[in-house]
């Protein structure tokens, strides 16, 4: 398959390019930066939202980077759930990061670590930690139930809920250890280690 990825590793992309790391997928990687994609036009004939990440596979285009690392687990047969009911609480893992905490989260982490110091607003940082800390206590009781999301081992659900929220690593750990030993072991994989170098 000839799988190109569009999207700089310092945007969601990454969680596009851990997820081909895991798999050992070869790949064309095109770090386009998130400050200019949305007006790069030759960007926009192949993705028209001009967001990243995006991939095509073989001509097929995607954006969306959990939908796209639901496909690439699905089409590898890799860290895809056995059986149907865990192949939807994959999706159902999926379908909660990206609307239970993705949010609250990216507020609290530009406010607290990604936009340059001068641009940070503690009390924006402050009301997205209040919000986050309810969505973050239930992963931490599924957690405390099971050492991953769904099943026996590493999936796209665990990957998917752990790209997206990887810097909660550094957020009130001691009263969340099952979270935080679990991001801990998500993150020390070397296919996420090899992500985060790339362009
Ligand atoms: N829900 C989408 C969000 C995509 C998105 O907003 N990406 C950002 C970079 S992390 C972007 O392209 N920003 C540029 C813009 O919106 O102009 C996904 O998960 O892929």
Same mark, same amino acid.
């Given at each position: 398959? /000839?799988? =190109? ?15 081909? /790391? ?10 386009? &930066? ?8 030759? !960007? ?6 001009? *967001? ?18 639901? !496909? ?8 895809? @759930?056995?059986?149907?009911? &865990? ?6 893992? =999926? ?9 609250? !989260? ?5 406010? =607290? !670590? ?12 402050? /009301? ?38 990887? *810097? ?10 099952? $979270?935080?030993?679990?991001? &801990?072991?998500?993150?020390?994989? @070397? ?6 170098? $790339?362009?």
């Amino acid at each position: 398959m /000839s799988l =190109t990825i569009f999207g700089t590793s310092r945007s969601r992309a990454l969680r596009v390019l851990w997820m081909a /790391s895991e798999l050992g997928l070869a790949f064309e990687h095109h770090p386009l &930066d998130w400050r200019d994609c949305r007006q790069n036009a030759q !960007y926009r004939l192949i993705n028209p939202a001009g *967001t990243i990440p995006s991939i095509s596979d073989d001509g097929f285009v995607l954006a969306e980077s959990l939908a796209i690392n639901l !496909y690439l687990a699905q089409k590898a047969g890799m860290l895809w @759930p056995e059986g149907m009911k &865990d192949q939807a609480l994959a999706s159902q893992w =999926t379908l909660w990061v990206a609307t239970a905490i993705e949010s609250a !989260y990216t507020q609290w982490a530009s406010h =607290t !670590y990604w936009l340059p110091e001068a641009a940070r607003d503690a009390s924006l940082a402050a /009301s997205a930690a209040a919000e986050m800390r309810d969505p973050l206590d239930h992963l931490e009781s599924a957690l405390a139930r099971s050492e991953w999301l769904v099943g026996a081992a590493f999936s796209v659900a665990d990957l998917n809920v752990a790209s997206v929220i990887s *810097t909660v690593r550094r957020f009130e750990r001691e009263k969340r250890p099952h $979270l935080m030993n679990w991001l &801990d072991r998500c993150c020390a994989r @070397p296919a996420f280690q090899h992500a985060v170098k $790339l362009p």
